[in-house]
């Protein structure tokens, strides 16, 4: 069974641009959330989604938005980027089957900001 | 504070050793517990899954949770160089809760 994956893997942008990162889930899984990580605030929550409504947003600024796809992929999308964007974006899927349900994560998307 | 608290280390330790890691919380609300494993320039990989209080074992790996004092505990026997990785303990709330609260993170080196 395929994991998390995470495209692209590496990418850099310029200030001011907007980039959108993608996440293919666990096949069944139909809960995507994303998270930001950086060697000052560790892992944050982003937001979650689920059959393509999110259902919870962290404390990030508009400019950081996603969206989820009929077959349960993501995208998220960051625009006007600044330097203090450039982090791990990590995408983790779980399969919304009640308290036992797991959380696993992909590989992560490395975003440099320039 | 933190919502979740966890010595970021490094812990060094030699070969065989037990590693022991430790987090606590002030959300009384957190009912799900995790311990993750991340791999430098890799993603977190999911080690230990604990519902509620109680201790869990899963080869050379123990989880142990107390809510009552709000702390919780991952011991590695036998460790490993494999083993070296920051480790990240991760908690929820309600089954339907999918934001996961982190800790900071532990670096872990095993000496060889």
């Known amino acids: 069974k395929a994991g998390v994956t995470q495209t692209p893997r590496y990418l850099i942008k310029t200030r001011g641009q907007q980039v959108t990162l993608s996440c293919s889930p666990i096949s069944g899984h139909r809960s995507v959330s994303w998270y930001q990580q950086t060697p000052g605030q560790g892992l944050q929550f982003l937001f979650e989604y689920f059959s393509e409504t999110q259902r919870n947003k962290g404390n990030f600024p508009g400019r950081f938005s996603g969206r989820q796809f009929s077959n349960s992929r993501s995208e998220m999308n960051v625009s006007t980027l600044e330097l203090g964007d450039s982090a791990l974006y990590l995408c983790?899927?779980?399969?919304?089957?009640?308290?036992?349900?797991?959380?696993?994560f992909g590989e992560g998307s490395w975003l440099t900001v320039v | 504070q933190k919502e979740v608290e966890q010595d970021p280390g490094p812990l060094s330790v030699p070969e065989g050793a037990i590693v022991s890691l430790n987090c606590t919380y002030s959300?009384?609300?957190?009912?799900?517990f995790m311990w993750y494993r991340q791999y430098s320039r890799k993603g977190p990989e999911l080690l230990m899954y604990t519902y509620s209080s109680g201790n869990k074992e899963d080869g050379r790996f123990t989880a142990q949770v107390d809510k009552s004092s709000k702390y919780i505990s991952l011991f590695i026997r036998d460790s490993q160089p494999s083993d070296s990785a920051t480790y990240l303990c991760a908690m929820r709330g309600s089954s339907n809760d999918y934001k996961l609260s982190f800790g900071a993170g532990t670096t872990v080196t095993v000496r060889a």
């Open positions: 983790a899927s779980s399969s919304d089957q009640g308290g036992g349900n797991t959380i696993y």
């Open positions: 959300n009384s609300a957190f009912q799900y």
